[in-house]
């Protein structure tokens, strides 16, 4: 074994996103291209010497060839020792549980999370730091900045190694320790929920069905719900991790996984329907044939979080993102905790949870977490609804609408433009911003803008600043518009455009939800022009 200096040349564009480096699968196959972004990474570290690194991914398409990397690069920037998922398996929020349950100086995680995988799918890599969370934009910006001036890159020649079976192995002068990639993190979500309550719940005959995706979430989901939880065998479907995902997209909602949304309408549906994506640090929550609102979700779980153990002595605060309902922020106000409202992605919740500031973080997005780790967790909070239901004794359903009934309903959606040519979105996102100015004080579809302006953000804890994080158009009676691109797609740009009015009003709080917001979203078309400058009459996706 030998320690090899290879010579080569930047690749463009190898700019970490929201949530790391997301790329064609056939981008990373070329010849240096993960070597050079893991060089412009590990150059940045330092004291890493010695120290733990921690690695695994979502099995997707291309993980196994690039853990194999990783580990001789590893070996050859004198880690001491790598904890790696068995089989190269990590889901992001058990990494992240590793982390921090070992003392890892941090980790990588290889997954594209949300998008599609396969050979013609995605890839990706990101990376955590010490707290167990994504790394922040200044080291992303130091690893971006390498990249584009990188000449060499450093690997041990070694042979591949046994990823499969758990134990040590050697590269060089690093040890390759296999774990379990479920068994640190089910001991944290046993500290974390009341288990007996679950167990005695699925013992009375309460019904679940689990669906994951055919990605990472299936080992862990059914280690805990069916294993320690003691639900039926077959409660959790989808579970073993393909490289493809099925051919389906690992994106849980109620598009994507419309399967479980037929299952769950069914007349002989079950209680409760879940559902996680690629890397299983989303969730989706469904009732009988009623769907929860990601934001509710977080709103919900925060109102009855001292039913779990790990919350019983409540909550420091909650954070949710920008575009992330303002559901949380009425249950904050009624607790008499603060809420912080950050930009898009989890890294912004880092430095609030090490604070102690926060307890509980969320995005629209199916995002959902806690002070447990440093990413949002799919198993989590669903375990925690199941912890919910398992102490009130009510239905999904029936939870949800007191809820709006005591804090009000905050109607939200999502509508999504994919695929859209990147010269027509920066177009669009600049021409929102020439009206900013503007807007303010005009009525539009009957309602008056009260603020108009391109969200940015101080960070309370370390004070640094992030910029243009998505257009906003509030109104006078609590109803926003925001306008953001998507910082997670490989193919164009996608324009994400959030919709959110509230509604006090018990007996107006059964409507449609598109109905509802059909204003608002006239206002978003009105606008930003988006079928003039896209071309598209209508979005994509809508959640
Ligand atoms: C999307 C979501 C964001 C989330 C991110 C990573 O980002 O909107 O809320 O944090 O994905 O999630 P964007 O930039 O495409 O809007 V995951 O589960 O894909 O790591
Ligand atoms: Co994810």
Same mark, same amino acid.
């Given at each position: 074994?030998?320690?090899?200096?290879?010579?080569?040349?930047?690749?463009?564009?190898?700019?970490?996103?929201?949530?790391?480096?997301?790329?064609?699968?056939?981008?990373?196959?070329?010849?240096?291209?993960?070597?050079?972004?893991?060089?412009?990474?590990?150059?940045?570290?330092?004291?890493?010497?010695?120290?733990?690194?921690?690695?695994?991914?979502?099995?997707?398409?291309?993980?196994?060839?690039?853990?194999?990397?990783?580990?001789?690069?590893?070996? #050859?920037? =004198?880690?001491?020792?790598?904890?790696?998922?068995?089989? %190269?398996? +990590?889901?992001? &929020? @058990?990494?992240?549980? $590793?982390?921090?349950?070992?003392?890892?100086?941090?980790?990588?995680?290889?997954?594209?999370?949300?998008?599609?995988?396969?050979?013609?799918?995605?890839?990706?890599?990101?990376?955590?730091?010490?707290?167990?969370?994504?790394?922040?934009?200044?080291?992303?910006?130091?690893?971006?900045?390498?990249?584009?001036?990188?000449?060499?890159?450093?690997?041990?020649?070694?042979?591949?190694?046994?990823i499969d079976t758990l134990g040590e192995r050697r590269i060089e002068g690093m040890v390759v320790e296999v774990i379990?990639?479920?068994?640190?993190?089910?001991?944290?979500?046993?500290?974390?929920?009341d288990f007996d309550a679950i167990r005695k719940l699925f013992a009375g005959g309460f019904r679940m069905r689990y669906?994951?995706?055919? #990605?990472? =979430?299936?080992?862990?989901?059914?280690?805990?719900?069916? %294993?320690? +939880?003691?639900? &039926? @065998?077959?409660?959790? $479907?989808?579970?073993?991790?393909?490289?493809?995902?099925?051919?389906?997209?690992?994106?849980?909602?109620?598009?994507?996984?419309?399967?479980?949304?037929?299952?769950?309408?069914?007349?002989?549906?079950?209680?409760?329907?879940?559902?996680?994506?690629?890397?299983?640090?989303?969730?989706?929550?469904?009732?009988?044939?009623?769907?929860?609102?990601?934001?509710?979700?977080?709103?919900?779980?925060?109102?009855?979080?001292?039913?779990?153990?790990?919350?019983?002595?409540?909550?420091?605060?909650?954070?949710?993102?920008?575009?992330?309902?303002?559901?949380?922020?009425?249950?904050?106000?009624?607790?008499?905790?603060?809420?912080?409202?950050?930009?898009?992605?989890?890294?912004?919740?880092?430095?609030?949870?090490?604070? =102690?500031?926060?307890?509980?973080?969320?995005?629209?997005?199916?995002?959902?977490?806690?002070?447990?780790?440093?990413?949002?967790d799919g198993l989590w909070a669903v375990l925690f609804w199941l912890n919910v239901l398992a102490a009130t004794g009510?239905?999904?359903?029936?939870?949800?609408?007191?809820?709006?009934?005591?804090?009000?309903?905050?109607?939200?959606?999502?509508?999504?433009?994919?695929?859209?040519?990147?010269?027509?979105?920066?177009?669009?996102?600049?021409?929102?911003?020439?009206?900013?100015?503007?807007?303010?004080?005009?009525?539009?579809?009957?309602?008056?803008?009260?603020?108009?302006?391109?969200?940015?953000?101080?960070?309370?804890?370390?004070?640094?600043?992030?910029?243009?994080?998505?257009?906003?158009?509030?109104?006078?009676?609590?109803?926003?518009?925001?306008?953001?691109?998507?910082?997670?797609?490989?193919?164009?740009?996608?324009?994400?455009?959030?919709?959110?009015?509230?509604?006090?009003?018990?007996?107006?709080?059964?409507?449609?939800?598109?109905?509802?917001?059909?204003?608002?979203?006239?206002?978003?078309?009105?606008?930003?022009?988006?079928?003039?400058?896209?071309?598209?009459?209508?979005?994509?996706?809508?959640?």
């Open positions: 074994m030998t320690i090899v200096t290879h010579t080569t040349q930047p690749f463009d564009g190898q700019k970490p996103g929201t949530s790391g480096l997301r790329k064609k699968v056939t981008v990373f196959q070329q010849p240096r291209y993960l070597e050079n972004f893991v060089q412009a990474l590990f150059d940045g570290l330092e004291g890493a010497q010695g120290s733990t690194l921690v690695l695994g991914g979502d099995g997707r398409f291309h993980n196994r060839q690039a853990v194999q990397v990783i580990l001789r690069m590893a070996a #050859a920037h =004198g880690f001491g020792r790598v904890l790696l998922g068995q089989g %190269g398996i +990590l889901s992001t &929020p @058990a990494a992240s549980c $590793v982390i921090r349950a070992r003392g890892a100086y941090g980790g990588i995680v290889l997954s594209a999370s949300h998008n599609p995988g396969g050979a013609d799918g995605d890839f990706g890599i990101k990376y955590n730091v010490g707290n167990g969370g994504p790394a922040p934009e200044k080291i992303t910006d130091g690893i971006h900045a390498r990249t584009q001036q990188i000449t060499q890159y450093r690997i041990s020649d070694a042979a591949d190694i046994d379990d990639p479920v068994a640190d993190y089910a001991a944290l979500m046993a500290e974390c929920f669906d994951a995706m055919w #990605a990472v =979430g299936g080992p862990y989901a059914r280690a805990l719900i069916e %294993g320690v +939880l003691g639900a &039926p @065998a077959g409660t959790v $479907v989808n579970a073993e991790p393909k490289e493809d995902f099925g051919g389906l997209h690992p994106d849980p909602n109620p598009v994507n996984a419309e399967d479980l949304i037929a299952h769950m309408a069914a007349a002989d549906a079950p209680d409760f329907g879940a559902a996680s994506d690629g890397d299983a640090d989303r969730n989706m929550i469904v009732g009988r044939n009623f769907p929860v609102a990601p934001s509710d979700s977080l709103a919900l779980l925060a109102a009855h979080a001292t039913v779990a153990p790990r919350y019983a002595e409540g909550i420091a605060g909650i954070a949710r993102s920008m575009p992330t309902s303002m559901a949380a922020d009425r249950v904050a106000a009624a607790l008499g905790v603060p809420c912080y409202e950050t930009p898009t992605g989890w890294k912004f919740f880092g430095n609030l949870l090490d604070a =102690g500031k926060v307890t509980l973080c969320g995005e629209e997005s199916y995002g959902t977490g806690s002070d447990h780790v440093r990413e949002k009510q239905s999904v359903e029936q939870l949800v609408r007191s809820h709006w009934a005591q804090y009000g309903r905050n109607y939200y959606s999502r509508h999504d433009y994919e695929g859209i040519d990147t010269a027509a979105a920066d177009k669009l996102m600049s021409g929102l911003r020439a009206q900013l100015p503007q807007l303010a004080g005009q009525v539009l579809e009957g309602r008056r803008v009260r603020q108009a302006d391109d969200f940015g953000y101080v960070d309370p804890v370390d004070g640094s600043k992030s910029a243009k994080q998505g257009v906003r158009i509030l109104f006078d009676d609590g109803s926003r518009v925001v306008f953001r691109l998507s910082g997670t797609g490989t193919e164009g740009a996608t324009l994400r455009v959030y919709l959110e009015r509230y509604e006090a009003d018990v007996a107006r709080q059964g409507e449609d939800t598109q109905a509802a917001l059909a204003p608002l979203i006239a206002v978003a078309r009105n606008v930003a022009r988006i079928a003039e400058i896209t071309g598209r009459k209508t979005p994509t996706v809508v959640t």
